[in-house]
């Protein structure tokens, strides 16, 4: 596509509930980033694939947070028993390679009542 | 460690008046620098990259900004604020293998008529 997707654009979900957050990045990009960013701060980093293998996953806050990407292309983020502090905006983003301008999708609103 | 301070968090200019956007970085490396843009309910824009090249970089829309070593600077500018151009405006630092990028906390620029 032309650029980063990410679906869905906002999420409502119940305490305790499982959700999924996918990235649909530049078509032949390798690198993939997701970030997580909370009301009135800067975004900040969970994970990042080259390929299709996690390479640095150092900022998952904790194991109830997963992502994949089993053909280099698409990832989802996984959330497992999601708590209210969970609660932000989530933005994938993507470049060719590590190094070249990263570009961003509009990230999905995910709001834990 | 890497690190980004934003100083302001907010800004406010008359439209055709300079704008000063001010970034201060910590990096154990010879950093490489963005400043990205993020108008509401979009996702972020790449507006100019420092790489070690030239340390006034020219960016999107009229913006620049210089790299100061010894300041550990890098202030973004303009020389005639638009209306358009209120949003919010984040300063990044990258490791040195571009796999993770740290985001300040955001300045957001109001634009007055």
């Known amino acids: 596509g032309a650029g980063v997707s990410q679906t869905p654009s906002n999420k409502v979900t119940e305490k305790g509930k499982y959700v999924e957050l996918r990235c649909d990045p530049i078509?032949?990009?390798?690198?993939l980033y997701w970030y997580r960013q909370s009301l009135g701060q800067g975004p900040e980093f969970l994970i990042y694939?080259?390929?299709?293998?996690?390479?640095?996953d150092s900022g998952l806050p904790n194991d109830r947070f997963f992502a994949v990407r089993p053909e280099g292309s698409v990832s989802t983020l996984k959330i497992q028993r999601t708590e209210r502090g969970d609660s932000a905006m989530y933005l994938c983003?993507?470049?060719?390679?590590?190094?070249?301008?990263?570009?961003f999708g509009e990230g999905s609103w995910l709001t834990v009542v | 460690a890497q690190s980004v301070t934003q100083l302001d968090s907010h800004v406010s200019v008359s439209e055709g008046t300079p704008v000063l956007l001010r970034c201060n970085y910590s990096?154990?490396?010879?950093?490489?620098l963005f400043w990205y843009v993020q108008h509401p309910n979009k996702g972020l824009q790449l507006l100019l990259k420092?790489?070690?090249?030239?340390?006034l970089v020219k960016g999107i829309n009229g913006f620049e900004a210089e790299f100061k070593k010894s300041e550990t600077s890098f202030h973004l500018t303009k020389p005639s604020a638009h209306m358009s151009d209120a949003a919010e405006y984040f300063c990044?630092?990258?490791?040195?293998?571009?796999?993770?990028?740290?985001f300040g906390s955001g300045t957001k620029l109001n634009v007055k008529p």
């Open positions: 983003a993507s470049s060719s390679k590590p190094g070249n301008t990263i570009y």
């Open positions: 078509s032949g990009h390798t690198a």
């Open positions: 694939f080259q390929g299709t293998g996690a390479a640095d």
């Open positions: 990096s154990s490396y010879s950093p490489s």
């Open positions: 420092y790489t070690s090249a030239a340390t």
């Open positions: 990044v630092v990258s490791e040195h293998n571009f796999n993770k990028f740290y």
